[in-house]
């Protein structure tokens, strides 16, 4: 069975940098979607970013497109998310998740979550 672990998470000051890591085990990776996701406190989880399984493709929310970038290192099992300009509205836990390819069109169809990763954006 798929087991997700997300590390990297910690507090940095706005418009610093940071790289999220999703550690897989178990199984491949590469058979799914993998989606970053994230939860501010009183808020509702919400999508963040997801690179396909087979093509790669990678798709972003309006909120994070062109300061977040995702990528998948086979040979490690693993996903990445690198978080650039980051603001203090970026604050939350942020969580990995897989699924099939519809994680990427809908953000829903996740089988398989981490436990999540504090990141805190604050001066």
């Known amino acids: 069975q798929l087991q997700l672990v997300e590390s990297g998470g910690e507090t940095v000051q706005p418009g610093g940098s940071l790289k999220l890591s999703c550690a897989a085990s178990g199984v491949t990776a590469d058979y799914f979607a993998i989606g970053w996701f994230r939860q501010a406190p009183g808020k509702e989880r919400e999508g963040v970013s997801c690179i396909g399984s087979t093509s790669g493709t990678a798709v972003y929310s309006s909120s994070v497109k062109g300061r977040f970038t995702i990528s998948r290192d086979k040979a490690k099992n693993a996903v990445y998310l690198q978080m650039n300009d980051l603001k203090p509205e970026d604050t939350g836990v942020y969580y990995c998740?897989?699924?099939?390819?519809?994680?990427?069109?809908?953000?829903?169809?996740?089988?398989?979550w981490g436990q999540g990763t504090q990141v805190t954006v604050s001066s």
């Open positions: 998740a897989a699924g099939s390819y519809s994680l990427c069109i809908s953000w829903k169809g996740a089988d398989h």
